[in-house]
């Protein structure tokens, strides 16, 4: 059935999982409650976590050395959970801009910005972006200078990467929380800066 | 661990072999030259995990930068750079 | 065919490519079920994502190309599943025929 309620047959690949799902359920070897919760889990997950740690690693220059050094451990101390995670974080800098692939299929880091976007994923993305950053990059509407480094990491095994993007200028003084509101996915990833004090 | 082979800073040469199953090290990278970043840990071996099997012992696994100039025959910049993580037995010595 | 390397029709870095199409949407619900049976039989190690991405990749290159991400998924978990002798063809074709037959 679809979920508008309206009748629409079943596409092949709705009523295959339909199917694997109901065999997995009827074998006891996943609950429909096992499955909706991982749902729910996955629906609720947005980046907010990755600003959060953005934003502390802005604030507290401590907790940023310890984040560069253990990802996945600075989550942690955060009282972020990011099971089986091992997070690399790579810093901008004015020399130097970061950006993250995987050309292979998709990693990417989902307990701290959730579910990928579709370009992500794209055949356009993952071709290109190992191979012409700056022209990618460009497309995203950030044009870096000649002069400025591009560091392009491709997610080929266990690490899954985040970008931790440059404070913005103009936010002297500012909460934690205030902060984070200016950390946006894309700059996490590495195809934009975040957004202005004024933004 | 078993004793890693190679140092970070160590130059390191990705073979330069196309085999079949599953494969973690990109087709792109296959020959190329470049610079051990970090050891980044021994992991289950992907390519044994995919078939069933348990990927042990775990093979070590490094982050090998690359100058994009050598690994595309026409990239402009000089400085820019490739990382990848790559497993042990995809290296060599150069 | 000429002489040529075998490459996975999956392994994409630094293949010519067009631009990127940044719209958005939001996943369908079958979709984040497919995602989160995958994650599930992980957690229950029975499982591993490397296996079911082993299945993506030996899809044809053109079912790779033409299906849509969770679609390749969905196979693949599938094949995954058989693989490891979960659930079996004759189950599977039995309960896909039951499902249509629900209308």
């Not at chain 3, 899809?59 to 969770?70: E, H, K, S, W």
Request: charged share 30%; proline share 7%.
């Amino acid at each position: 059935m679809s979920e508008t309620g309206t009748y629409r047959p079943l596409t092949y690949f709705q009523l295959m999982e339909v199917s694997l799902r109901e065999l997995l359920v009827e074998k006891g070897i996943v609950t429909e409650d096992e499955i909706a919760a991982e749902v729910e889990a996955m629906r609720k997950r947005g980046y907010e976590r990755g600003a959060r740690v953005v934003a502390r690693a802005w604030i507290d220059p401590e907790y940023k050395k310890r984040l560069l050094a253990n990802g996945t451990r600075a989550c942690e101390e955060l009282g972020l959970e990011v099971p089986a995670l091992r997070l690399l974080v790579v810093e901008n800098t004015p020399e130097v801009h970061n950006a993250i692939v995987c050309t292979l299929c998709s990693c990417y880091p989902r307990m701290l910005l959730g579910l990928p976007p579709e370009w992500y994923k794209s055949r356009n993305y993952r071709s290109r972006m190992a191979r012409e950053p700056r022209a990618v990059l460009a497309e995203f509407g950030l044009h870096i200078a000649e002069n400025v480094t591009i560091r392009v990491h491709d997610s080929t095994a266990d690490m899954r990467y985040m970008v931790l993007p440059m404070r913005p200028a103009g936010t002297e003084g500012w909460s934690e929380e205030r902060l984070a509101s200016r950390v946006t996915r894309d700059s996490m990833i590495g195809v934009a800066v975040p957004k202005g004090p004024n933004d | 661990m078993a004793e890693p082979l190679f140092r970070p800073g160590e130059r390191v040469r990705v073979l330069k072999a196309y085999p079949l199953g599953h494969v973690r090290t990109p087709f792109y990278i296959r020959g190329c030259t470049g610079v051990v970043e970090r050891i980044c840990g021994a992991f289950p071996n992907p390519e044994e995990l995919a078939q069933m099997r348990d990927g042990l012992p775990p093979p070590p696994l490094y982050r090998v930068r690359f100058l994009q100039k050598d690994v595309w025959p026409d990239y402009a910049n000089a400085n820019d750079v490739l990382e990848v993580e790559i497993y042990q037995h995809w290296l060599e010595k150069t | 065919m000429t002489d040529r390397p075998f490459r996975g029709c999956h392994d994409l870095g630094g293949l010519p490519a067009g631009p990127i199409d940044r719209s958005e949407h939001d996943y369908a619900e079958w979709e984040r079920r497919v995602d989160a049976m995958g994650v599930l039989l992980g957690s229950k190690k029975l499982l591993t994502v490397d296996q079911r991405r082993r299945n993506i990749e030996a899809l044809p290159p053109q079912a790779y190309d033409a299906l849509a991400y969770y679609e390749r998924w969905v196979i693949s978990l599938g094949q995954s599943l058989i693989q490891r002798g979960l659930v079996t063809t004759a189950e599977l074709a039995r309960k896909m025929l039951e499902v249509e037959n629900r209308g």
